[in-house]
T-cell receptor, first 108, second 114 residues
């Protein structure tokens, strides 16, 4: 089945810093999503981005489907950005697979 | 829409007991997924339904687990008998359909089997 990798596994930032999270996948996909799991365990949709670039406030994402990767950018990080960021891909309806996540800690 | 609704939010049960987790997908969504999250294995897909029909249950760990979707607005995940290793957070998610597969997750059920 399709493999999803995320890097880095852990990231510690000072408040106000910028960061880039990466997601690599092993096969072509028709859906890619980024989620934020907050400290209460809730999975929050950030982006539905099978290709191209999207922006939402301080967050933006880019997926280059032909090269099988996606990037999530966080600018001017805040302590509320802390949590785990997951990338998940849909391999044309065969499965919806999550990566292992990037654990982000933003320090005040 | 209130989003995907799961119940209960927390469940503590004794080993050997039957546990039933419930999910109400977003109205109009055609696909429903059950996931399990543990520290060791991350988020694993257990089963998914399309138009109320189970499509892939290869992630269901063993015969103690069963899932049903009797109609478009309700699904259950049952564990009988439960074991301590079943302790995890169980998530339900739904997507609109084949042309739009953006998934929306419920808040999860934290299951503890003692």
């Amino acid at each position: 089945g399709i493999q999803v990798e995320q890097s880095p596994p852990d990231l510690i930032l000072q408040e106000g810093a910028n960061s880039t999270l990466r997601c690599n996948f092993s096969d072509s996909v028709n859906n890619l999503q980024w989620f934020h799991q907050n400290p209460w365990g809730q999975l929050i949709n950030l982006f539905y981005i099978p290709s191209g670039t999207k922006q939402n406030g301080r967050l933006s994402a880019t997926t280059v489907a032909t090269e099988r990767y996606s990037l999530l950018y966080i600018s001017s990080s805040q302590t509320t950005d802390s949590g785990v960021y997951f990338c998940a891909v849909d391999n044309y309806g065969q499965n919806f697979v999550f990566g292992p996540g990037t654990r982000l800690s933003v320090l005040p | 829409d209130a989003g995907v609704i799961q119940s209960p939010r927390h469940e503590v049960t004794e080993m050997g007991q039957e546990v039933t987790l419930r999910c109400k997908p977003i109205s109009g969504h055609n696909s429903l997924f059950w996931y399990r999250q543990t520290m060791m294995r991350g988020l694993e897909l257990l089963i998914y339904f399309n138009n109320n029909v189970p499509i892939d249950d290869s992630g269901m760990p063993e015969d103690r687990f069963s899932a049903k979707m009797p109609n478009a607005s309700f699904s259950t995940l049952k564990i009988q008998p439960s074991e301590p290793r079943d302790s995890a957070v169980y998530f339900c998610a739904s997507t609109p359909g084949q042309m739009n597969t953006e998934a929306f997750f419920g808040q999860g059920t934290r299951l503890t089997v003692v």
